[in-house]
């Protein structure tokens, strides 16, 4: 299996909100999860996939090409 994300996509998320001044929790509710769960994303409990990101940067309404290796992105639309 290849992985899309970048390794560092949990510290690139934890980042972005920190730096946004949104909650770990605000974002696991808009994505229908306990925090617990979110939280597992962001400290590698759970695998940070392409399909989490996709997930995750539409309820951020930013792009998900943050989170994905060069070689993976292209245009979303």
Not at 11 to 21: A, P, Q
Not at 36 to 41: L, R
């Amino acid at each position: 299996m290849v992985l899309a994300t970048q390794p560092e996509a949990p510290e690139i998320l934890k980042d972005y909100l920190k730096s946004h001044g949104i909650t770990q929790t605000f974002v696991a509710r808009q994505l229908g999860m306990s925090a617990s769960s979110f939280n597992g994303y962001l400290n590698g409990y759970q695998k940070f996939d392409a399909d989490f990101a996709l997930i995750v940067s539409k309820v951020l309404d930013i792009s998900p090409s943050i989170f994905l290796k060069q070689i993976y992105r292209k245009p979303v639309e």
